[in-house]
Nanobody, 115 residues
Framework: QVQLVESGGGLVQAGGSLRLSCAAS????????LGWYRQAPGKQREFVAA???????RYADSVKGRFTISRDSAKNTVYLQMNSLKPEDTAVYYC?????????WGQGTQVTVSS
């Protein structure tokens, strides 16, 4: 059974940093692409960043240059390093794996950026 568990969210002042983690069980993350998404109150869930099995990355324009997605295959974990955080980054952040095995989401982790 595939399970994704996010952690690392919290409250931070604008300009600060957080590192989110997405730990997987039941699947080997390095074999699949994985994405981070976020959903702010009253808004639709939106794409943030993704990493392919080959290590290629892509980012939403709104976070480019501030966020970095990476993978630790030994820990079977994907990270989202978030720097220079802004109040508009406030949201619940989710990791997602969508492949032939299925569409899996974690439970989300809250990130709140105060101004």
């Amino acid at each position: 059974q595939v399970q994704l568990v996010e952690s690392g969210g919290g409250l931070v002042q604008a300009g600060g940093s957080l590192r989110l983690s997405c730990a997987a069980s039941g699947m080997i993350l390095s074999v699949y692409a994985l994405g981070w998404y976020r959903q702010a109150p009253g808004k639709q869930r939106e794409f943030v960043a993704a990493i392919t099995s080959g290590g290629s990355t892509r980012y939403a324009d709104s976070v480019k240059g501030r966020f970095t997605i990476s993978r630790d295959s030994a820990k079977n974990t994907v990270y989202l390093q978030m720097n220079s955080l802004k109040p508009e980054d406030t949201a619940v952040y989710y990791c997602n794996s969508n492949s032939y095995r299925g569409d899996y989401w974690g439970q989300g982790t809250q990130v709140t950026v105060s101004s």
